[in-house]
């Protein structure tokens, strides 16, 4: 069956089609579905019955698991999660603002699978905005200000005790399991290549990123917000409209992603793998 790739005619984004992930690949279709991958940062594969066994075949074919803190597995599997909410949940959004997965580790995930089981009827599209472009159109004085930085990461903003999805936040339906190990600190360049294609980008955003090396808190702030304001605007933007069945694969090297609400009164649920770091 010959794969097909059909762009998403926006900042990022394509579609996958003549693959059954049900079944094992072969390494031509796995080499396929990667120059795929790291040329639109994200693929979606329509009409994909798989179950969790398929879904981890597919994500070892990209690189080892990743390492997920703060959240239990789902029952019997050590690395799929569950990101889920229920129709009568009142709890705030998971994820809804920019950020790229775990970008606090030393050697954060490559990348992110994320397969629907549960899909609302209205509402619930993933978005991801492509970083690459943002790096290639900012403005040059922005740029002269962020080139060399030293962005430092951290967790705490959300899964320390007193973060977002900490001790206060109550009634969650998601395993998320907060700790104080959220407060370390990890430096990334924010402006680097791409580890695979030398492609250069942002890497991760506000959120994660807590500050500057060698500014003050106060000196960094308005250069976070004014950053984020520009990685996420519309220009750099791909929204994804998921249906039942249906994989997605995400480079966190090159989008942040974020989640949308819209569809209160309606149970979402999907399951997540991580793709370990690309060691060369
Ligand atoms: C995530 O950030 O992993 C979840 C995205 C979503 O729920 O759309």
């Known amino acids: 069956m010959p794969l097909t790739v059909t762009p998403s005619g926006q900042a990022c984004g394509a579609k996958v089609t003549g693959v059954d992930l049900s079944q094992p690949l072969d390494d031509q279709q796995i080499g396929e579905i990667r120059a795929a991958w790291l040329q639109h940062h994200v693929l979606s594969f329509p009409d994909q019955d798989i179950s969790d066994d398929d879904l981890e075949r597919f994500t070892l074919y990209f690189g080892g698991f990743g390492h997920d803190p703060f959240f239990d597995p789902i029952e019997g599997r050590e690395h799929i999660a569950a990101i889920q909410r229920n129709a009568d949940e009142t709890s705030p959004l998971f994820a809804e603002n920019w950020h790229s997965d775990w970008s606090f580790q030393e050697h954060p995930p490559a990348g992110t699978c994320l397969r629907s089981i549960t899909i609302p009827p209205v509402g619930g599209d993933t978005l991801f905005a ?151």
């Open 130 to 280: 492509n970083q690459h472009a943002a790096l290639d159109l900012m403005p040059s004085e922005m740029r002269a200000e962020l080139e060399g930085k030293g962005a430092i990461h951290s967790a705490q903003l959300a899964y320390a005790p007193d973060g977002a999805y900490g001790e206060k936040d109550e009634g969650r339906s998601m395993a998320i399991r907060p700790d104080e190990s959220a407060r370390k600190t990890q430096v990334h360049p924010l402006i680097r290549e791409h580890p695979e294609t030398g492609r250069r980008g942002l890497f991760s955003c506000m959120g994660y990123i807590i500050g500057f090396e060698g500014m003050t808190q106060q000196e960094a702030l308005p250069l976070l917000t004014e950053l984020y304001a520009w990685q996420s605007r519309d220009e750099f933007v791909y929204r994804h409209k998921w249906e039942p069945n249906m994989l997605v694969m995400w480079d966190n090297r090159s989008v942040l992603h974020c989640a949308t609400g819209g569809y209160e009164g309606h149970d979402r649920l999907l399951h997540r793998t991580t793709i370990g770091a690309y060691m060369s």
